[in-house]
Nanobody
Framework: QLQASGGGLVQAGGSLRLSCAAS????????MGWFRQAPGKQRDWVAT???????SYADSVKGRFTISRDNAKNTIYLQMNSLKPEDTAVYYC??????????????WGRGTQVTVSS
């Protein structure tokens, strides 16, 4: 129900743009966000955006990443600039449902690999 795309290999200092589209059974969506998991590490929060466009960022990406949202398309984006090798991870999108049958349920995408070479 969540399909992420846009990952890839980029050199340090480069940019990538991730997209995540919600579809299917996810009909009413509240907060959406991005998380990431580096090899051997726990999954960490990166950024979130509410339905009305309020955004929050982890300190590690503040000023470099921008999260945005298109409610009409049930899609969020993550523009990643000034990428660093430590940004290398699998990036997952997340959505919290506001539906009547699955209110509060968190959906996860399958993840997209981002690799930043030094």
């Amino acid at each position: 129900q969540l399909q992420a795309s846009g990952g890839g290999l980029v050199q340090a200092g480069g940019s990538l743009r991730l997209s995540c589209a919600a579809s299917g059974r996810i009909v009413a969506i509240g907060v959406m966000g991005w998380f990431r998991q580096a090899p051997g590490k726990q999954r960490d929060w990166v950024a979130t955006v509410t339905r009305d466009g309020s955004v929050s960022y982890a300190d590690s990406v503040k000023g470099r990443f921008t999260i945005s949202r298109d409610n009409a398309k049930n899609t969020i984006y993550l523009q990643m600039n000034s990428l660093k090798p430590e940004d290398t991870a699998v990036y997952y999108c997340n959505a919290v449902s506001l539906g009547t049958t699955d209110y509060g349920h968190e959906y996860w995408g399958r993840g997209t690999q981002v690799t930043v070479s030094s």
